[in-house]
Structure formats: structure tokens, C-alpha cells
Nanobody
Framework: QVQLVESGGGLVQPGGSLRLSCAAS????????MGWYRQTPGKERELVAR???????NYADSVKGRFTISRDNAKNTVYLQMNSLKPEDTAVYYC?????????????WGQGTQVTVSS
């Protein structure tokens, strides 16, 4: 079983920055995709950014140029650096890892961390 633990959310003023972290634990053989999603009440969860094992990244248009996703393979950890935050970035942010553990594919989610952008 692969567990993900997130950290780094909080309250920040518009224009400010936050860095989210998500670390995986368990009998992991490989992690192919690491991603960040966000969700607000009444809306579907949406992709914010993801990074695949080769290093390629994808970003939602709304965060391009402001957010940066990175990974530390040795620590099974993914980061999301969020700069120039806007009130519309307010959401619960979830990390998602897809890979192989104990010879079985897994698709795991973090518990979510609240990000609030407000003055």
C-alpha cells in the first residue's frame, strides 16, 4: 500500500508564494507520474500540473508561468512551487502518484491540503 502525505498549504495574500510537498511511502518499485490537482466546492477536481518519469511536465493554462512542479526521485517526493498566487487559486490541493509497488500498479492520492489566497 502506498501512502502519500502532503504539506505546505496555508493562507497567503494575493501575489504571495507557497510551496507544497508530497512524499510517498511504501514498497515502491517505481513512480511513473506525479501530479497535483485541485478542487473547489461544487466543481470537479482539475489537473494543475504533472511530471512524468522522463521529466516532461504539463501545466493547466491557468497556472503556466506561475507554478513549477519538480520531483526528487530519491525521496519519492513531488513539489509544487506556487508564485504570484491569485484568489482563484484557492482550493484544496491533492497530490497523485501512479506507479508500481509490490509488482502491482498503484494510483494513490494524498489527503489534500487547503490553499487560501486572500487579503
Amino acid at each position: 500500500q502506498v501512502q502519500l502525505v502532503e504539506s505546505g498549504g496555508g493562507l497567503v495574500q494575493p501575489g504571495g508564494s507557497l510551496r507544497l510537498s508530497c512524499a510517498a511511502s511504501g514498497s515502491i518499485f517505481s513512480i511513473n507520474v506525479m501530479g497535483w490537482y485541485r478542487q473547489t466546492p461544487g466543481k470537479e477536481r482539475e489537473l494543475v500540473a504533472r511530471i512524468i518519469s522522463g521529466g516532461n511536465t504539463n501545466y493547466a493554462d491557468s497556472v503556466k508561468g506561475r507554478f513549477t512542479i519538480s520531483r526528487d526521485n530519491a525521496k519519492n517526493t513531488v513539489y509544487l512551487q506556487m508564485n504570484s498566487l491569485k484568489p482563484e487559486d484557492t482550493a484544496v490541493y491533492y497530490c497523485n502518484f501512479q506507479g508500481v509497488a509490490r509488482w502491482t500498479p498503484f494510483d494513490s492520492w494524498g489527503q489534500g491540503t487547503q490553499v487560501t489566497v486572500s487579503s
